[in-house]
């Protein structure tokens, strides 16, 4: 199984994912701040695999402290700083969360254990995610034939995640289950996540796909050639509103036009009941070059606007499913999420 980030040496360690598909690199972070830098410049990058990255970013941090009266506020600083990282993205927030739980339960500990305890529950959101992934997989994989024609957009695979993937990880499950399928891929302007990340992935594990520009979907769904679109998902809202990868929303009306299934596959720490739908959800605007160069090299004019949103929000009538570690719950989305989340 790829291996997006680790903890090894009292460092994190991540797959740089801007460096492939022509070399397979690895960064080391010795800071805290190193860990926010590879998030912000998608060193590392998708939701789940961002939220295990700022565990162990915020584990990294507190290990560097030295005296127990300066703990509360240094703790308080670092998880702020993530949280400005990437504002989209619900498991960042999810795991902030979940540490800032494991440090309250900690209150009157010495440094020691906190240090130690913070580290522990990171590298239990890892590995949880993994196992979550791995158990979405299973309950996906039941809705494809053998022989099921898919496609997929930006990069839901392993290394959107700790490890095995999320719309990725779907397909894998049902290859493994002895399925034959054929992956139709979207290079996903305007930094090709597809061509670059998801292609990678397929081709690595050997199964069959075949790469497309974003503006060849329409036909190809026309043509007939696609029984069912699967993506990923960096939050989900309360009404079943899924906020993913630009372009996310282009596809799903495709689909409803073309008649095609439209699924979601993510895990249960992307949902935010507390946004009431997609409109409550914060959408990333990155930096122009994204847009205006390609691999370094300029391909608009200098000096041209740029409008670079990173998400966009599919509304949950264009949502055949979605696809979770706990099962595959359908609409009315209001209801079906509510009682997810109770369990």
């Not at 402290?65 to 308080?76: G, H, P, S, V």
């Not at 999320?166 to 002895?178: M, P």
């Not at 597809?194 to 060849?216: C, F, H, P, S, Y």
């Not at 979605?322 to 109770?342: H, N, V």
Request: with cysteine; aromatic share 6%; charged share 20%.
């Amino acid at each position: 199984m790829i291996k997006t980030i680790w903890w090894q040496d009292n460092q994190v360690h991540l797959i740089d994912q801007k460096a492939l598909p022509t070399a397979e690199k690895y960064v080391v972070c010795r800071d805290y701040r190193e860990v926010i830098r590879c998030i912000r410049d998608l060193t590392i990058r998708g939701a789940p695999a961002i939220g295990v990255a700022t565990a162990l970013g915020i584990a990294l941090g507190m290990r560097a402290l030295e005296k127990d009266d300066d703990a509360d506020q240094k703790f308080a600083k670092i998880c702020a700083l993530f949280a400005q990282a990437r504002p989209t993205a619900r498991n960042l927030f999810w795991a902030i969360e979940r540490m800032r739980g494991c440090y309250e339960r900690l209150k009157g500990a010495p440094l020691g254990e906190k240090q130690e305890s913070l580290l522990a529950e990171a590298q239990a959101i890892l590995k949880e995610d993994i196992a979550n992934n791995i158990r979405l997989g299973a309950q996906g994989q039941t809705l494809f034939a053998d022989g099921t024609r898919i496609l997929t957009y930006c990069n839901a695979g392993a290394l959107a995640t700790a490890g095995y993937g999320t719309a990725l990880g779907v397909i894998r499950a049902a290859t493994e289950a002895g399925k034959k399928l054929h992956v139709y891929t979207c290079e996903t302007r305007p930094i090709l996540q597809g061509a670059r990340l998801t292609a990678w992935e397929l081709t690595k594990e050997g199964i069959a796909t075949t790469l497309i520009t974003d503006n060849m979907a329409g036909v190809v769904l026309n043509q007939g050639k696609v029984d069912c679109i699967i993506v990923g998902a960096d939050r989900i809202a309360a009404n079943g509103d899924v906020a993913n990868k630009v372009g996310t929303y282009s596809l799903a009306v495709l689909a409803r036009e073309n008649q095609v299934p439209f699924y979601v596959a993510a895990p249960t720490a992307t949902i935010d009941l507390a946004n009431t739908a997609g409109t409550d959800i914060i959408i990333e605007e990155r930096h122009p070059a994204e847009v205006s160069t390609m691999g370094g090299i300029r391909v608009a004019p200098t000096g041209i606007n740029v409008y670079n949103p990173a998400f966009d929000i599919t509304p949950h009538r264009f949502i055949t499913a979605i696809i979770t570690e706990r099962g595959i719950i359908r609409p009315d989305y209001q209801q079906s999420l509510a009682r997810l989340m109770k369990q």
